[in-house]
């Protein structure tokens, strides 16, 4: 079975630096590219960026250019998503995503809740 | 940028016929996917290459894309169908969410 676990729960202040992850299993984790999407409270999906952890060529958003660092581990086959400085309004639920063949997301991780609050 | 649209809200009967549009420019010509995402879950994709659907997904998803509309369509809807739906498409180089649609089965 293709599986994506996400690391658990996250409450940080702001100025904190984080790293998450994203752990895939079932599948050759080098062929395929890993997304993370952003969802603020209530609100939509956001696609952040991508990478490709054979090569780790990684694309962003330009909404998140700058303000995330995406890697990839391909020894533990494990994605991550990095601040280097949070801040209150990166509070939302984070999920990766393995693309598939063509351009869509499946499956997906559980999620992880990143709470930034002083 | 390239900007998906959907309608904030559907209510349906069970029973009855639910349609779900995603207008985009010329979205016709791109490969549009759908997710489902109950409360409190991650999404899980229903609808890939337009209308193709995952193993295990019903047969009562499906899903068109002509001109500037994408459409999900889900048949004789149960309760288990409340949930938020999103439309998506590969612009280029970026990966873009519809703007998301709620279902309320009535």
């Known amino acids: 079975e293709v599986q994506l676990v996400q690391s658990g729960a996250e409450v940080k202040k702001p100025g904190e630096s984080l790293k998450i992850s994203c752990k895939g299993s079932?599948?050759?984790?080098?062929?395929?590219?890993i997304g993370w999407v952003r969802q603020m409270p209530g609100k939509g999906l956001e696609w952040m960026g991508i990478?490709?952890?054979?090569?780790?060529?990684?694309r962003y958003s330009p909404s998140f250019q700058g303000q995330v660092t995406i890697s990839a581990d391909k020894s533990i086959s494990t994605a991550y998503l990095q601040w280097s400085s949070l801040k209150a309004s990166d509070t939302a639920m984070y999920y990766c995503?393995?693309?598939?063949?063509?351009?869509?997301?499946?499956?997906w991780g559980q999620g992880t809740l990143v709470t930034v609050s002083s | 940028s390239y900007v998906l649209t959907q309608p904030p809200s559907v209510s349906v009967a069970p029973g009855k016929t639910a349609r779900i549009t995603c207008g985009g420019n010329?979205?016709?010509?791109?490969?549009v996917h759908w997710y489902q995402q109950k409360p409190g879950q991650a999404p899980v994709l229903v609808i890939y290459?337009?209308?193709d659907r995952p193993s295990g997904i019903p047969e009562r998803f499906s899903g068109s894309n002509s001109g500037n509309t994408a459409t999900l369509t889900i048949s004789r809807v149960e309760a288990g169908d409340e949930a938020d739906y999103y439309c998506?498409?590969?612009?280029?180089?970026?990966?873009?969410f519809g703007t998301g649609t709620k279902v309320t089965v009535l």
């Open positions: 995503a393995r693309q598939g063949q063509g351009s869509w997301f499946d499956p």
């Open positions: 079932g599948y050759s984790f080098t062929s395929y590219w």
């Open positions: 990478i490709y952890p054979g090569d780790s060529d990684t």
């Open positions: 010329n979205i016709g010509s791109k490969s």
């Open positions: 290459y337009d209308s």
């Open positions: 998506q498409v590969w612009d280029s180089t970026f990966y873009v």
